[in-house]
Every structure is written in C-alpha cells, then in structure tokens.
T-cell receptor, first 110, second 113 residues
Framework: TQLLEQSPQFLSIQEGENLTVYCNSS?????LQWYRQEPGEGPVLLVT???GGEVKKLKRLTFQFGDARKDSSLHITAAQPGDTGLYLC??????????WGAGTKLIIKP | KAGVTQTPRYLIKTRGQQVTLSCSPI?????VSWYQQTPGQGLQFLFE???????NKGNFPGRFSGRQFSNSRSEMNVSTLELGDSALYLC????????????FGQGTRLTVV
C-alpha cells in the first residue's frame, strides 16, 4: 500500500521567516502534486513534479521532487499571512487514483 | 472557463435522513471523483466516475452511492445518515479516467444532527 506522510503536521511561524515542509513515502511515485487548501474551500493545485530531482518555483514557493521520486519538499521564502492554509501532497497509485497525505497546517502570523 | 461547481454549499440533516449532493465538472472534463474530508481522517476517496461508469470505489459502506450523467455532472447520495457522516464533501474533476491532477470544487459542508 502506498502511503504519503507529511511533516510537520502543524507549523506556526512569524511573517518573513522561511520554512520547509515535507512529503515522504517508501514507494516510488510517477508524479507528486502539492495543493493548498483554505478553510471551508476545496484544495487548489499548486504544482506537479514529475522528474526525479526536479525543482519548480512558484514566486516564493520552491518545490523539489526527490531523486528517487519517493519524496518531495516545499520551501517558502519570506512567508506571508496569505500563505496560511493546509498544504497537501498527493500522488497517483498504480490505478491512477490519488493518494493523499494528511497535510501540514501552516499559520503565518503578522 | 468555469470551475467545478458543487451544490449546495451547506446542508444540515437529521440522523436517518438521506442527502444528495451535486457536482458539475469543468467543461470538457469527463472524470469526477468524490472525497470526504474530516479533521481526523483527512481526505478520503469515495468513488470516481468516468463516462457514466463507476471506475473506482473507496472503502465506504454501501450507504454512499453516486452516479454520473451523460453531461458529466455527478451526484452522490448518502442514505440513513449517521452523525459520523458530518464532513466536507469535495468533488474533483479531471479530463480523463484516473486522476493525476485534481481540480476541486468548494465542497459541500454536511452537518448531521
């Protein structure tokens, strides 16, 4: 069974600080996605990483896919209150159903 | 291009009742997946429909059912509601069968009292 473990579960930091959250598995994934979800809303796709070692940047957010395609990280530089939300990673299983991590709840304090 | 539309946004039902939720996918998307999200369990996959056929089903009791229409719109039904069914129900659409990237609606918040 493929599982995705996210860490930390919860992170609260001050505006302007940097942070990294992780998404780990013992299984290989063909791709991984990162989503951000705000309270009472559906998750919004941020990025998909496909190639081992791939790095993608979205403004202050940097996403990396591990060389072995078993893990991914999300780094936020100079966090802002608008970055607050639940960050979810997901990847397709062999039946092309998305497997989801439990998420990292991020709070950025002004 | 309109996004995924879920109706209603909020519902309050009594134990034992049944409920039907609706989802209209992005135009051109033929796959619709349903998820249940609760604080304790995270996102749990319910089922996926593609071309009016259930393609995959998660580990939920038979009280949870769904269907998809020829225009790709989908409905899910929960019968004999239990308190534990209180959750945010999310619908996601994608172009093809299988979900490699999901585009979600805003969800329906169901409260069972």
């Amino acid at each position: 069974t493929q599982l995705l473990e996210q860490s930390p579960q919860f992170l609260s930091i001050q505006e302007g600080e940097n942070l990294t959250v992780y998404c780990n598995s013992s299984s290989v994934f063909s791709s991984l996605q990162w989503y951000r979800q705000e309270p009472g809303e559906g998750p919004v796709l941020l990025v998909t990483v496909v190639t081992g070692g791939e790095v993608k940047k979205l403004k202050r957010l940097t996403f990396q896919f591990g060389d072995a395609r078993k893990d991914s990280s999300l780094h936020i530089t100079a966090a802002q209150p608008g970055d607050t939300g639940l960050y979810l990673c997901a990847g397709p299983d062999s039946n092309y159903q998305l497997i989801w991590g439990a998420g990292t709840k991020l709070i950025i304090k002004p | 291009k309109a996004g995924v539309t879920q109706t209603p946004r909020y519902l309050i039902k009594t134990r034992g009742q049944q409920v039907t939720l609706s989802c209209s996918p992005i135009s051109g998307h033929r796959s619709v997946s349903w998820y249940q999200q609760t604080p304790g369990q995270g996102l749990q996959f319910l089922f996926e429909y593609f071309s009016e056929t259930q393609r995959n089903k998660g580990n939920f009791p038979g009280r949870f059912s769904g269907r998809q229409f020829s225009n790709s719109r989908s409905e899910m039904n929960v019968s004999t509601l239990e308190l534990g069914d209180s959750a945010l129900y999310l619908c996601a659409s994608s172009r093809t069968a299988g979900v490699t990237e999901a585009f979600f609606g805003q969800g329906t918040r169901l409260t069972v009292v």
